[in-house]
């Protein structure tokens, strides 16, 4: 039996996210210091933004923050949000702001077989499928920092593509229509 869950996150959840790891290089005080900033400022976003402006703003852009556990340890963490481009009466334009996979899970199968990270990008797909209406037409994104070699690969294996970079040319954009 799996112990393999999703929630939105809560209150409660505030010393869990504080110590969520995701960063391989824990010892630095500063993003510029890392082998990988992508995943020191992910780790960051989610220990200290994320539960605030979710639990405070729970109307702008419908930004979530989802949390995926496994027994009782936290797996992974997400915070999808509609983006400028959404069109309430076409299609339903999503943006995957952050994921990341706790460090010792990263690779990793959990209780029900699935690798951690498309359990979390299952729960996001669940999430915001059920956030609109049935029937709606919604396209989901992310836009990744090339060298966050996993996190593209990730995504490509989910079936979310690499569509080609951001307006500033600084990132690659995945999209997929998930509905």
């Not at 960051?44 to 027994?71: H, K, M, S, W």
């Not at 994921?99 to 899970?105: E, F, I, K, N, S």
């Not at 996001?124 to 499928?129: L, R």
Request: with cysteine; glycine share 6%.
């Amino acid at each position: 039996m799996s112990d393999v869950r999703w929630r939105p996150a809560a209150r409660a959840d505030r010393q869990a996210l504080q110590q969520f790891t995701c960063c391989p290089d824990t010892d630095h005080p500063r993003k510029s210091d890392c082998e990988q900033p992508w995943a020191h400022e992910v780790q960051g976003y989610l220990r200290q933004t994320a539960l605030p402006f979710c639990l405070r703003n729970p109307a702008a852009r419908d930004q979530r923050l989802i949390l995926v556990e496994d027994g009782p340890a936290l797996v992974g963490a997400a915070v999808h949000a509609l983006t400028d481009d959404d069109e309430p009466q076409g299609v339903r334009d999503r943006a995957i702001v952050v994921y990341a996979v706790a460090l010792d899970c990263q690779g990793k199968r959990l209780s029900d077989g699935r690798r951690a990270s498309h359990a979390i990008l299952d729960a996001v797909v669940e999430d915001a499928v059920s956030r609109h209406e049935q029937g709606a037409r919604i396209v989901m994104n992310a836009l990744v920092d090339p060298r966050n070699i996993s996190s593209c690969a990730c995504l490509r294996g989910y079936g979310i593509l690499p569509r080609g970079r951001d307006e500033s040319g600084e990132f690659v954009l995945h999209a997929a229509r998930i509905s």
